[in-house]
């Protein structure tokens, strides 16, 4: 059985922090001015001006300073001038991940809990007659542990789930050299613009596929500059064995210099 890890569905915390968004330039002179923790008067004191009111119509946006003026803000205000000129919306900042909980080491010798399913392994082999030839079978002993919620969530059943691993980098950026994924072998209608595993001639292939007219197929890699689409007729179609809808991936990163486990 593959050594995995599970994860803990329990949610730990989310948080999501932003910024106010200052769109004009007077709304930044006093985001700034305040963060300095300056009023207007002292500002514009410090500016060499005879009043506020200087300050007050810049920050109203009721009159615009002129290039020297907010030179020389900025530097009152220890900023740089570009953070003051910065044209729209600043952009917001907020979190784009979750903690959902722990990561717990398995092996074979550790049993499957209630929501827990391990399904097998597809792989690309050498045929014994040798020659280069191939095909893609299971692998008899090679599991891969899985959550049920995870499959439930997919709209996978567990009967039809089977896992392979990837080679090469023709759907780079998106499924990474080495990386494993999910293969639902009840769903092979093709969904045009969908990841779709199949064996080709006794390779194992990962792919988007698109229906054309007439019964073809289009094979679309996502690193289309290196790997440019392919077209099916609909006799070499028929020669394709489809394995199933991809539905899950996961990349596990390596150091350099170590080699993926077999």
């Not at 769109?23 to 004191?45: C, D």
Request: proline share 3%; net charge neutral.
């Amino acid at each position: 059985m593959i050594t995995a890890n599970t994860i803990s569905e329990r949610p730990l915390f989310h948080n999501v922090f932003r910024i106010s968004a200052m769109k004009t330039l007077g709304s930044r002179i006093a985001h700034y001015r305040t963060a300095a923790k300056m009023s207007q008067a002292s500002l514009a004191k410090a500016c060499g001006w005879a009043s506020q009111s200087r300050v007050g119509n810049y920050e109203k946006d009721t009159r615009e300073p002129s290039l020297e003026d907010i030179a020389q803000m900025a530097k009152v205000l220890g900023i740089d001038q570009g953070m003051l000129l910065m044209q729209g919306q600043q952009p917001s900042i907020e979190a784009n991940a979750e903690l959902i909980g722990t990561m717990a080491a398995w092996d074979s010798k550790t049993p499957l809990g209630d929501d827990e399913v391990a399904i097998p392994l597809y792989k690309e082999v050498e045929l014994a007659a040798g020659g280069g030839a191939t095909e893609v079978i299971e692998v008899p002993g090679r599991l891969l542990r899985f959550a049920k919620s995870t499959l439930r969530e997919a709209g996978v059943h567990e009967s039809n789930a089977v896992c392979a691993t990837v080679r090469g980098h023709s759907m780079e950026r998106l499924i990474m050299d080495g990386a494993t994924i999910g293969i639902d072998t009840g769903s092979k209608h093709i969904e045009d613009g969908e990841i779709y595993a199949f064996d080709q001639d006794g390779m194992l292939r990962v792919k988007y596929l698109y229906r054309l007219p007439g019964g073809g197929v289009r094979v679309r890699s996502e690193n289309s500059d290196e790997f440019p689409d392919e077209t099916l007729t609909p006799e070499q179609f028929a020669n394709i064995r489809m394995l199933g809808w991809v539905f899950w991936w996961s990349t596990v990163r390596r150091r350099r210099g170590l080699s993926i486990a077999k």
